[in-house]
C-alpha cells in the first residue's frame, strides 16, 4: 500500500528480532529504512534482503549503551538521507535478575538500554524533526511487564515502566509540534534473542516452543500465520517458559 513512501524510518536494535520484523513492514510499505546494531553481520545481512526487494537501506553499527555511538547513528542517517521522519525503539535487554539479586551493574545496564538509549535517540530524532519544522514519528516498544511482570524481570521492569513515563511527557511536550509518540506494551515474541534467553537463563531445550505454545493458544498460531515478531499479550503472566518481553 505504500504507507511509508518517501519517509525515512530509523530502527534501533533492528537487525534482528522485532527490530527486523519492523524493518521488514516498512521497506514493504515503500520507506527508506536504517536500522542499528552491534552485530555487523546480520546487519548488512538483513540490509541487502531489503535492497533485494527495492528498498533503499543502511546499516549502521550501534551499541546503544553508548550515547556517543547513539547520537553519531542518527547523525549518520541525517547525512545518508537527510532526515530522519520515523523512529522506532526496538533495541532491548532482557537479562535475569530479582529485587534481591540484581547487581548495579546488572541495573545500570538495563537502564542504559532500556530507557536511555530510547531517550537520547528521540532526543536526536526530535531535534531534527524541530531543525527542519517537520512531522514525525516515535515508536517505543515497551512492554506489557512494565505494570508488573514476573519476579526476575525486576531491572527490566523498572527501565520499562520508566520507558512508559517517558512516552507520556515526550508525546505530551511535543504534541503541538506534530510529532507523535506513542509506545506499544507488547507481551511475549518469540525471536531468535528470546530463544537465547530461554536457553541462558531457563535451561530450556528445543522444544520450548512447543511448549510455549501448550501454554497460549496465540504463541503457536503466531508463528505459523504472522512474522516471528507475533506477541502473546495473555502470556504476561505465564511460567519461566514464557517470559513477557
Not at 543502511?58 to 541525517?78: F, N
Not at 530450556?204 to 503466531?222: I, P, V
Request: some cysteine; hydrophobic content about 40%.
Amino acid at each position: 500500500m505504500a504507507l511509508l513512501e518517501d519517509r525515512v524510518v530509523l530502527v534501533s536494535g533492528g537487525t534482528q528480532g522485532v527490530g527486523a520484523g519492523v524493518a521488514r513492514a516498512a521497506a514493504r510499505e515503500g520507506a527508506t529504512v536504517a536500522v542499528t546494531g552491534r552485530r555487523r553481520e546480520p546487519g548488512e545481512k538483513l540490509v541487502a534482503v531489503l535492497r533485494e526487494t527495492g528498498a533503499e537501506a543502511l546499516y549502521v553499527p550501534t551499541d546503544v549503551a553508548d550515547v556517543a555511538q547513539v547520537q553519531a547513528g542518527v547523525a549518520t542517517v541525517v547525512e545518508a538521507f537527510g532526515r530522519v521522519d520515523s523512529l522506532v525503539n526496538a533495541a532491548g535487554l532482557t537479562s535475569r535478575g530479582t529485587l534481591v539479586n540484581t547487581s548495579p551493574e546488572l541495573f545500570d545496564e538495563h537502564i542504559a538500554i532500556n530507557l536511555r538509549a530510547p531517550f537520547f535517540l528521540m532526543q536526536a530524532a526530535v531535534r531534527d524533526m524541530l531543525r527542519r519544522g517537520a512531522t514525525g514519528t516515535i515508536v517505543n516498544v515497551i512492554s506489557s511487564s512494565e505494570l508488573g511482570g514476573q519476579p526476575y524481570l525486576a531491572p527490566y521492569v523498572a527501565a520499562k515502566a520508566g520507558l512508559a513515563g517517558l512516552t507520556r511527557n515526550a508525546a505530551h511536550a511535543h504534541r503541538f509540534d506534530r510529532i507523535r509518540i506513542n509506545g506499544l506494551d507488547i507481551g511475549w515474541t518469540d525471536t531468535e534473542g528470546e530463544d537465547a534467553t530461554q536457553r541462558r537463563f531457563h535451561d530450556a531445550d528445543d522444544g520450548w516452543r512447543a511448549e510455549a505454545g501448550e501454554r497460549c493458544r496465540w504463541a503457536g498460531s503466531g508463528r505459523s500465520t504472522r512474522s516471528p515478531t507475533s506477541s502473546c499479550s495473555c502470556c504476561r503472566t505465564a511460567a519461566a517458559s514464557s517470559p513477557a518481553r
